[in-house]
């Protein structure tokens, strides 16, 4: 709890909107949130995919809506689900911001690194070892 509560504080804004997708791993769970916040009331549309992969089987999810965004943090999608230890998922955004296309945000569990090239910076900063992050700023200006 203290963890997600510092990485909320944590997060600052270059474009009107941020975008958060966080992957939380419990126990046998995987907990999916996607979460928006900006100063100035913003229309949003968003497309959530989830594929999971593991000894059981394969399986893809979509769930869309649309909101205004404002100056509280809104959580419109907040799913749990089972994985077992060979389980692999992938959850990928794709969202507009008063109708113009922003960048899909991705992440994957367990958070994968590229092994052809030397580590670069990722695209998310774990809040801690157990807690992955994905953060977006808008690109409408």
């Known amino acids: 709890m203290l963890t997600a509560t510092l990485a909320a504080m944590l997060l600052a804004s270059a474009g009107p909107v941020d975008a958060r997708l966080e ?14 916040s900006s100063a100035e009331p913003h229309r949003l549309s968003y497309q959530l995919e989830v594929r999971s992969k593991g000894h059981a089987g394969t399986s893809r999810s979509r769930q869309s ?13 907040n799913n749990r689900l089972g994985i077992a230890p060979d389980s692999q998922i992938e959850a990928t955004v794709t ?16 958070a994968t690194q590229p092994t052809d090239s030397a580590p670069s910076v990722p695209d998310f900063t774990p809040a801690a ?13």
């Open 65 to 77: 809506g649309e909101l205004t965004s404002g100056p509280e943090t809104q959580c419109p999608l």
């Open 129 to 141: 070892a157990d807690h992955l992050f994905v953060k977006a700023d808008s690109i409408r200006r």
């Open 23 to 36: 992957l939380l791993p419990e126990a046998d769970r995987l907990n999916v949130r996607l979460c928006f």
């Open 95 to 110: 969202w507009s911001v008063d109708g113009q296309q922003q960048a899909p945000l991705h992440q994957s569990y367990p």
